[in-house]
């Protein structure tokens, strides 16, 4: 599954996507401070890439796996903003900045 919220996240006040099985890849380039996006895989990994001027409040969750370029829990990124949740039962979870 592949989100690519360049225009959605501006527009829309929240985007949930969910799969059973399965890898998510996430691109965020625009958000707003009511843009809500939570991303959920009982079984796969998450990949997030934000670009680097996106301010968004960061919250992660994995039960088996692992996160990298992030902690888990809550954090701000850029001052904060909208949500942004990545939760992964049985998968990592991936962060990155886009230049």
């Given at each position: ?14 985007i ?60 701000k ?23």
């Open positions: 599954m592949w989100i690519n919220s360049d225009e959605k996240c501006a527009y829309d006040r929240e949930i996507e969910q799969t059973t099985t399965g890898n998510v890849s996430v691109h965020i380039a625009n958000m707003n401070k009511e843009s809500l996006l939570n991303v959920k895989t009982e079984v796969g990994n998450i990949e997030l890439n934000l670009d680097d001027a996106i301010q968004c409040r960061f919250v992660t969750k994995s039960e088996v796996g692992g996160i990298v370029g992030a902690s888990e829990g809550t954090s990124i850029n001052g904060g903003g909208g949500e942004v949740t990545l939760q992964s039962e049985i998968g990592m979870i991936v962060g990155s900045s886009v230049d």
